[in-house]
């Protein structure tokens, strides 16, 4: 990683502002499209795309997710980069044709004639009192379909550094951000900065047990490392940053020197990325392993509405030390 | 004569029908000997509503294609030799024998892709059109689809979106009466297709679809308005399929009656015989005939004498710029 100077703190979501007005600054082929993207709504009064930059590259579109994510395909196969702000994770679903069959499988099914620059933007809120409709967290389901770039970053500085990469990248990266992160501050360097897709990032150093964490679970992870070194257990938190293509190498070089491995991921349990990377790791670094994989996830049914049900359904510090405690009880 | 209807444009919409004829019969041919493999839908007896909407857009004009889309590339000018190698899985295929028949697009022609998903290319369509809006260029974008198509979500989102932006988009319906067996009358809750466009606010036009002259027509119109900036137009093309859905596949849901009564209106006929009265020399028709066959025939020639694809890549073309590991292990 470079190490500019000059930083200056910034909230996640401001971060995320910040680098969409970046982008459109340096290339008038970038455009914004979505529901309500004119609006403050969900941007808060930094989100000021159509006051700079006009209604053409600034799109409010029909609640026609389906056309606009197909019409954007079709603008990035012709020139223009769009990015598309879906808002909520869960109106993907109303485009999964087009984001599948259309956006994902084009350039390979005809033979790399096309290629197509394009960003999805989707805000995953959970913890939210918003029900099974609107809190998931579906990053999972677009790993397994080949074509697509993934990234779920954590912090504002990688959710800066990642999404310019992702606006100049020639193919279709997904951008989900985890809305319990949206008021997370942090240090941002003042001067232009990517982070790299397909890059992990060690959030902490350790040498007893690897955490990996995905999206909004970092912080807890964090927090239960910091409890942990409180009891002696050196925990090394990872945050893969990007989900496709997964760095692997990061990971394994990290369960190579600890021998242990925790993966908390908000997702839904069965097929998570929790789920993938315990996989992985099972298959090419047995023999470093000291005790059993535990994964920390959501589990598998819906999100509910009441608080008294919804509470408790994600990683959170506490079950995620819980989860290192076992595993370093489980020694062998 | 109609505004730019000289005889060369005549002639080289004689050459493609019959060049997507003559392809589509050897389709048919091959996957009958086992030789192709995989779905064929053919477009037999639609040549005129593929080569009237084809022969009014420029070459840099946009335009997506259905399951049913050999026609499409060779209608705008696509080389059929790279279209047959694509269809026998050879790595000279235009998609490097990675999309085959239901994915036969050619970009070089203007296409933006063929796709076997029903309704699906509408929406890419719109954004071709979209694209040149902003990029401010005239290009217009035309989707091709079928009337199954016409109850499809992305159908009525598109037309919506196009009207409102006022983009140049052409929709433009081949409605061959059935969607695999299921009847147009059956399955639509309007007499044409064409009537939809009323909901959105833009020009619906029926058009003889076994009439490449008239197809050929309201499509240049639509085009205009297009680039004038006027925004999307819908045109149905009324026409007929005479094989059956998919090549191999048969079953009960048509009368012979039927099909006989629209082969007696086959496109290329009607269009032969209006070119002699009009007093082209049948010698020049006979010519482009002997010409189309030729080029068929050395179309399957290229293709069985280019080499299969390696199994590695299977695993090229995914991405731009594929993003490696980041360090070996």
């Known amino acids: 990683m470079s190490a500019p100077t000059k930083t200056k703190t910034l909230m996640y979501l401001h971060a995320f502002i910040e680098a969409m007005k970046e982008e459109m600054r340096r290339d008038e082929r970038v455009f914004l499209m979505g529901e309500d993207v004119q609006s403050p709504l969900f941007y808060g009064p930094t989100g000021t795309f159509v006051e700079d930059f006009g209604e053409k590259r600034v799109r409010n579109t029909p609640i026609s997710e389906a056309a606009f994510v197909g019409a954007a395909v079709g603008a990035a196969m012709t020139g223009m980069r769009p990015v598309v702000d879906i808002t909520l994770a869960c109106f993907l679903y109303v485009a999964m044709d087009q984001i599948i069959s259309q956006a994902a499988k084009s350039r390979f099914m005809f033979g790399g004639q096309v290629s197509i620059p394009l960003v999805l933007r989707a805000t995953m809120f959970y913890r939210s009192a918003i029900a099974a409709q609107h809190s998931d967290r579906p990053y999972p389901m677009f790993m397994g379909i080949p074509g697509l770039k993934i990234v779920a970053p954590s912090t504002p500085y990688d959710v800066k550094g990642l999404f310019k990469s992702a606006v100049r990248d020639d193919d279709v990266v997904l951008l989900f951000e985890d809305v319990t992160l949206h008021s997370l501050r942090g240090e941002v360097p003042v001067d232009d900065f990517l982070v790299p897709i397909g890059l992990a990032d060690v959030k902490r150093r350790g040498s007893d047990v690897t955490v990996v964490a995905i999206s909004g679970s970092v912080p807890h992870a964090l927090a239960a490392a910091e409890t942990l070194a409180g009891e002696g257990i050196s925990v090394e938190v990872i945050d893969p940053r990007t989900l496709a293509p997964l760095d692997v190498p990061t990971i394994l070089d990290s369960v190579g020197k600890t021998g242990h491995l925790v993966v908390a991921d908000p997702a839904h349990r069965i097929c998570s990325v929790a789920s993938e990377i315990s996989a992985i790791v099972a298959e090419e670094a047995f023999d470093s392993l000291r005790a059993p994989i535990v994964r920390v996830t959501t589990p598998q049914t819906h999100i509910p509405f009441s608080q008294a049900l919804e509470k408790g359904m994600y990683p959170d510090a506490t079950s995620i030390a819980a989860a290192v405690r076992s595993v370093v009880q489980r020694r062998v | ?329």
């Not at chain 2, 091959?30 to 005129?48: F, K, R």
């Not at chain 2, 000018?77 to 024998?97: Q, T, Y």
């Not at chain 2, 695999?180 to 606010?201: E, H, L, P």
């Not at chain 2, 149905?236 to 099909?259: C, D, F, L, Q, V």
Request: charged share 20%; with cysteine; glycine share 10%.
């Open chain 2, 1 to 329: 004569m109609l505004n730019g209807l000289d005889d060369a444009l005549r002639l080289e919409m004689f050459r493609r029908m019959l060049r997507i004829r003559r392809f589509e019969e050897m389709v048919a041919e091959l996957v009958g000997s086992g030789e192709m493999l995989g779905a064929a839908h053919l477009a037999i007896g639609q040549e005129a509503a593929i080569v009237g909407a084809c022969v009014a857009l420029r070459t840099d004009d946009y335009m997506v294609g259905t399951h049913r889309s050999h026609g499409h590339p060779l209608g705008k000018g696509a080389d059929p030799k790279p279209l047959m190698a694509e269809l026998l899985g050879r790595r000279s295929g235009i998609n490097k024998g990675k999309g085959g028949s239901m994915h036969l697009a050619d970009f070089k022609v203007g296409s933006l892709g063929e796709t076997s998903i029903v309704g699906s290319g509408f929406p890419i369509a719109v954004g071709g059109a979209l694209s040149a809006q902003m990029r401010g260029t005239d290009q217009v974008a035309l989707a091709f689809f079928g009337e199954g198509a016409n109850n499809e979500g992305t159908f009525h989102e598109s037309m919506n979106l196009a009207s409102i932006w006022k983009l140049p988009v052409v929709f433009y319906c081949e409605n061959n009466g059935y969607a695999q067996t299921t009847s147009f009358k059956s399955s639509s809750a309007i007499g044409n297709v064409a009537d939809r466009a009323a909901a959105y606010s833009m020009p619906g036009q029926v058009v003889d679809g076994q009439d490449v002259v008239a197809c050929w027509a309201a499509v240049t119109t639509a085009v205009q308005r297009a680039r004038a900036g006027e925004g999307p137009s819908l045109i149905e093309a009324k026409t007929y399929r005479y094989r059956e859905h998919s090549e191999g596949r048969t079953a009960p849901y048509r009368s012979a009656e039927e099909i006989q009564a629209w082969q007696e209106r086959d496109p290329i006929h009607l269009f032969r015989a209006g070119l002699i009265t009009e007093g082209l020399a049948s010698r020049t028709l006979d010519q482009i005939e002997a010409d189309v066959e030729a080029e068929i025939e050395a179309s399957v020639e290229f293709a069985r004498s280019s080499p299969y694809p390696n199994p590695d890549e299977a695993f090229t073309d995914l991405f731009a710029t594929p993003i490696a590991a980041r360090k070996p292990r």
